[in-house]
Nanobody
Framework: QVQLVESGGGLVQAGGSLRLSCAASGRTFGSYAMGWFRQAPGKEREFVARIWSGGSTVYAESVKGRFTVSRDNAKNTVYLQMGRLKPEDTAVYYC??????????????????WGQGTQVTVSS
């Protein structure tokens, strides 16, 4: 069982920055791929970024060049550094753990464990 707890959300003006953190339980955190997703009101949950256990990353086109995902395996934590934020980035952000590596990286169904989410609101 893996427990994930996000933090770092809040209200920020357009053009600003925020860093989200996701702390994970478990002794094998370093072996998981970790993803970030977001869900805006009335919309489906969408892929934002992923980092594999070896450190490789992939991003949604909408955030590429503005967001950076990283991990600190010693701290069992994954981060999402968000910059040049836009009002359309407003959503609840979730971190998720892929422990089976059996699906596609951008599909929520590929991830077994989820955090509770943290709200990010970008004002114009």
């Amino acid at each position: 069982q893996v427990q994930l707890v996000e933090s770092g959300g809040g209200l920020v003006q357009a053009g600003g920055s925020l860093r989200l953190s996701c702390a994970a339980s478990g002794r094998t955190f370093g072996s998981y791929a970790m993803g970030w997703f977001r869900q805006a009101p009335g919309k489906e949950r969408e892929f934002v970024a992923r980092i594999w256990s070896g450190g490789s990353t992939v991003y949604a086109e909408s955030v590429k060049g503005r967001f950076t995902v990283s991990r600190d395996n010693a701290k069992n934590t994954v981060y999402l550094q968000m910059g040049r934020l836009k009002p359309e980035d407003t959503a609840v952000y979730y971190c998720a753990a892929d422990v089976t590596y059996s699906g596609t990286y951008y599909s929520p169904s590929s991830y077994t464990y989820w955090g509770q989410g943290t709200q990010v609101t970008v004002s114009s």
